[in-house]
């Protein structure tokens, strides 16, 4: 199993930023591609954000230019710097991994998720 750990949400003001951290832990053997995901009350789960293990980004078009998604593959962890953050953002923010484990497959992962809350 590949465990996901997500810390970094919290309470900001509209036009605030939070930056957001996703390690991935457990008897790895590769990660692939990582991405964040996030589920607003009443709304389905909506990529946000995604890289690959190349390094190549792809972001929802209302986030373009103000998240930024990087990865250390040294670490195995993926972050969201999100800035300019507006009211209908808040939601449970989710990592999401495709990885394999030693003597394993490839398989989907998730993280159990971080609030962000936007708010005066």
């Known amino acids: 199993q590949v465990q996901l750990v997500e810390s970094g949400g919290g309470l900001v003001q509209p036009g605030g930023s939070l930056r957001l951290s996703c390690a991935a832990s457990?008897?790895?053997?590769?990660?692939?591609?990582m991405g964040w995901y996030r589920r607003a009350p009443g709304k389905e789960r909506t990529l946000v954000a995604h890289?690959?293990?190349?390094?190549?980004?792809n972001y929802l078009d209302s986030v373009q230019g103000r998240f930024t998604v990087s990865r250390d593959n040294a670490k195995n962890t993926v972050y969201l710097q999100m800035n300019s953050l507006k009211p209908e953002e808040a939601a449970v923010y989710h990592c999401?991994?495709?990885?394999?484990?030693?003597?394993?497959?490839?398989?989907?992962?998730w993280g159990q998720g971080t609030q962000g809350t936007v708010a005066s």
């Open positions: 457990g008897s790895i053997f590769s990660i692939r591609a």
């Open positions: 999401h991994t495709v990885g394999r484990v030693v003597g394993g497959r490839l398989e989907p992962y």
């Open positions: 890289i690959t293990d190349g390094g190549i980004t």
